[in-house]
């Protein structure tokens, strides 16, 4: 079941089109073709042709305005019409030298980076690498056309005939691209990563668990420090799977932060805690319309499998007196801040507290899209079934949990005039930099005494040191006071 299920998904999602219609997921648009009202003769170039019925599309209905404008409507996450912000179709049969203006006209949130010159992202058949569009040619506003909601309208030139475009919220990582991903790294056969299959969704799509460690910390004698970490608890919050691959590729190299890091810990990763969610193209929910980071104080073993697995394993191994799960850290996206950004929990004890700010402040100086300003503590009884609120209190004083946000859009860096948007890659880079700052955290809390040598002269290790030597003052300008006038969630 599970099988078939997965071949008859797989279509690579990263790199060519995605234009297969046949399992058709309720609700989105299925190679609709959208001719002007009333014509009766053959298509013709230019007759737009929609389509989301493949892994993590979503369109839910296309209005034809004029032959130059359409309204799109986000299709609602699945069992949860609330929620309506992630959007990921395909266009073809365009005609040379076509422009048309899109209005995405039923977002279900107000506040939007759009605001601020983030763009919807788009890719072609002929041109496979997706890039931003350029913020000029993207308009957000109150539309009086549409009861006064926020419509985010775009204008594109088609330029080629045959391409088929595709576009979409932000950067798309599906649940296949993560089980190419994974397969890949396992081919390696590293003697210290491990891949399990943790459980399974609803729909049946696997859980997968990562363990990377060497192997003699496997032994059952020796007390073994913890860190876990999970991504992807929202689907539709892309860039923290990109994160969550960089955190592993740097943890798998040969990186002499790595090796060290390895031989002191063992790194239990979830890199896609909502599979289903993800593959849907849902913005928030699981298949059931579940916000699964609500639910940690009691998630059931039908309706949320894949919490209840994760919760399981963590709650055992905090039962285990040889496990120290020093931390945990759940990755997400933001969608009205800008840079990486932490959310801790709150403590009476002030040295609590203080311990609690040390891993974001060295992530600060590690990160240059980092920012130990937007990093903020709290107890909001609306995020009290979030996995940093219950695992805060579940575990011991010495462990931290954290929720980890990065932009969908873009950072600021010292010095940095204007918001740079942030790639696939320094989505990836951002993952790497969290992952090397646990060897600086150990150190600095003497629970790591190993001299080795760790600066390799690669050009990369080079630009991250300079890189990490910005003092964050233009970044944490930037977003000061943007969070509280804008009251967000995660
Ligand atoms: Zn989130």
Known sequence: MERKMEESTVRD????????GEDALVGNVNKLMVSPPGYSGAPRKGHLVFDACFESGNLGR?????????????????????????FNFTVENVRETQRVIFNVVNFSKTKSLYRDG???????TSRPKWQRLPAKNVYYYRCPDHRRNYVMSFAFCFDREEDVYQFAYCYPYTYSRLQHYLASLERRNLPYLQREQLGLSVQQRRLDLLTITNSDHLSPEKEKKLVFLTARVHPGESPASFVCQGVIDFLVSLHPVAQ??????????????????????NYRCSLMGFDLNRHWQDPSPWAH???????????????????????????????????????????????????????????????????????????????AG???????????????????????????????????????????KLGRN?????????????????????????????SQTLDGKDNGVGRDAANKGREKSQGVRH
């Open 13 to 20: 999602g990263d790199t060519g089109s995605e234009t297969g």
């Open 62 to 86: 296309v209005d034809y305005i004029s032959e130059f404008e359409f309204d799109l409507f986000i299709r609602p996450d699945t069992c949860n019409p609330r929620f309506r912000v992630w």
């Open 118 to 124: 983030m763009s919807p992202v788009v890719k072609s």
């Open 260 to 281: 060290i890091l390895r031989d002191h810990v063992i790194f239990k990763i979830v890199p896609m805690l909502n599979p289903d969610g993800v593959y849907l193209g």
């Open 305 to 383: 499998p894949t919490l209840h697995a994760v919760k399981q394993l963590i709650v055992q191994m905090n039962q285990d007196p040889r496990v120290s799960l020093e931390f945990y850290i759940d990755v997400h996206a933001h969608s009205t801040m800008l840079n990486g950004f932490m959310y801790g929990n709150v403590f009476e004890d002030e040295e609590r507290v203080q311990r609690q700010a040390v891993f974001p402040r060295l992530l600060c100086q590690n990160a240059p899209d980092f920012s130990f300003s937007n990093t903020s503590f709290n107890r909001d009884v609306v995020k």
């Open 386 to 428: 979030t996995g940093r609120r219950f695992l805060g209190g579940l575990l011991d004083d010495t462990s931290y949990c954290y929720t980890l946000e990065v932009s969908f859009y873009s950072y600021m860096t010292a010095g940095s005039t204007a918001p740079v948007p942030y790639t696939e890659e320094t989505y990836m």
């Open 434 to 462: 969290v992952a090397r700052t646990f060897l600086d955290y150990y150190k600095l809390s003497n629970l790591i005494n190993d001299n080795r040598p760790t600066h390799i002269q690669s050009a990369e290790v080079m």
